[in-house]
């Protein structure tokens, strides 16, 4: 019998799940760093006084970190490649040289959407974009609805903040709807109808988006949680466009504003203004430490420095149904203890100049801490989003989008294995040796390959892989 049929409450079981969520992850090795964060009890407090402990307190990805997809490239095993040494263009240099966005002649009309299809775009984004990132509150989506209706209806907006935040949500509703369904139905099976109603919809979230370009003048000269959740949208749509650059630009320009309220919290701030700073404030965490991962020397925003001193995310009005409404609450913490824990991996093994993943006496028990790390997180992830390790399809797209994020994990997680496997730097007497390995060493080196082999085989078109992720998932 299918055991969720013997399940606790939608609350009960959502609240046990959010509690293991958040106490699954303190400082990954005990051996690098004594002091481990408490479980999260309202505030976690900052501890620590040098860069160093504020690493480890604070899941950090250091500048210049060696496990970008340009440091494996440059490994000596990949010379027998001479246009990879001779032709290579950097991938900062690929983007940077990229024709710059075009701005459509929009003029002051708007794009018309009957009732219905307002509805459909608002439905998809509140499926897709606001369960990934829960930071809209359903108070502001009506508000959204208003001024849309108000729009079709030839009623002049304002420029202002809500109008182009209007505008941003309407952009990434219509992409939701562009990218829907493509686990099930791949664009090659699509029928030429379907492929010109996605291309429509596409159009249509472009236009709403060159609306919103044009009044981010206005977003920038406000502080406060709706022009911070602007910049935040507006990175989004970016990423949708395979911009990492842009993308990062205005991640960066949300976690200022952020860092900003946090620290100087408005004399009129409500409670729903703190909570959707703080999850805007992890939103960009994941998204910033997602393009550090493979552009380490971006300016950092330094959000990252503080974010153990920072609630997880709290109770805030997100959905009409409790239960979706709490299901993306749990999401959005597996999420944030995913990219907490990848940090503290890269950090660990592979920080510049403090790396563990070349020492050969350090890192197989900093392997072992990680790897246990990761398989705890797995083993407390809610039924709705729990996956096996293999290929076969999960129930639900985010369980899948999970798995992804695991198996890259686990595959950055044991690679230390495989450089020293290609490198024969091994003495022999630590196991390592490439004529004498020992069984550990050779069941580290084909964890790595599968978690490799078994990312790639399940990289599939998942909406928030697409939508968010196409540019990540392509040098991961």
Known sequence: ??????????????????????????????ETARHQPPEYMGHRQESGTNVQQNSFENAVLDSMHTSTTESVLQWPHFDVFPSLRNDYVSIFELEQSRPQL??????????????????????????????????????????????VKCCNAGVAEEQSVEGCLTFLTMALGCASQAVAGLVLSPRSAMTDEE????????????????????????VHMEVGSTATQCLFFT????????RPLQAWEYINAASAKCLLLLSYPPTNETAEDAERIRRIFWSCYILESDYLAELSALPQSGIARIESSIPLPGSYNTHRLQGTEEQSSLYFLACISMRRL???????????????????????????ELNHQLDEWREVLPSSFSFTVDAKPTSTEAGGFLRQR????????????????????????????????????????????DACLLHILNLRGFSQTVLVDTWICSLS
């Open 1 to 30: 019998m299918d055991d969720r049929v013997h399940m606790p409450s939608p609350e009960r079981s959502g609240t046990s799940a959010r509690k293991r969520l958040r106490a699954s992850h303190a400082t990954p090795v005990s």
């Open 235 to 242: 990175a989004m749509y970016f990423a949708f466009l395979r």
């Open 102 to 147: 075009k701005m459509r002649e929009t003029g002051i009309m708007y794009p018309f959407v009957t009732d219905e299809e307002m509805d459909a775009i608002l439905d998809a984004f509140q499926h897709n974009v606001n369960f990934w990132y829960p930071t809209m509150s359903q108070h502001q989506l009506e508000k959204v609805r208003l001024m």
């Open 406 to 449: 695991y198996l890259a994990c686990r595959s950055v997680i044991y690679r230390p294995y495989l450089m020293w496997m290609l490198s024969g730097s091994g003495s022999g007497g630590d196991g390592l040796s490439v004529h004498k390995p020992s069984p550990e060493v050779l069941v580290g080196c084909r964890a790595c390959l």
């Open 342 to 368: 990848l940090n503290r991996v890269h950090q660990l093994l592979y920080a510049h100049g403090t790396g563990a993943s070349l020492d050969a006496a350090r890192f197989p028990y900093v392997v072992a």
């Open 195 to 218: 492929l010109k109603r996605r291309r429509k919809q596409r159009e249509t979230g472009d236009f709403y988006f060159d609306h919103a370009l044009r009044r981010l003048h206005i």
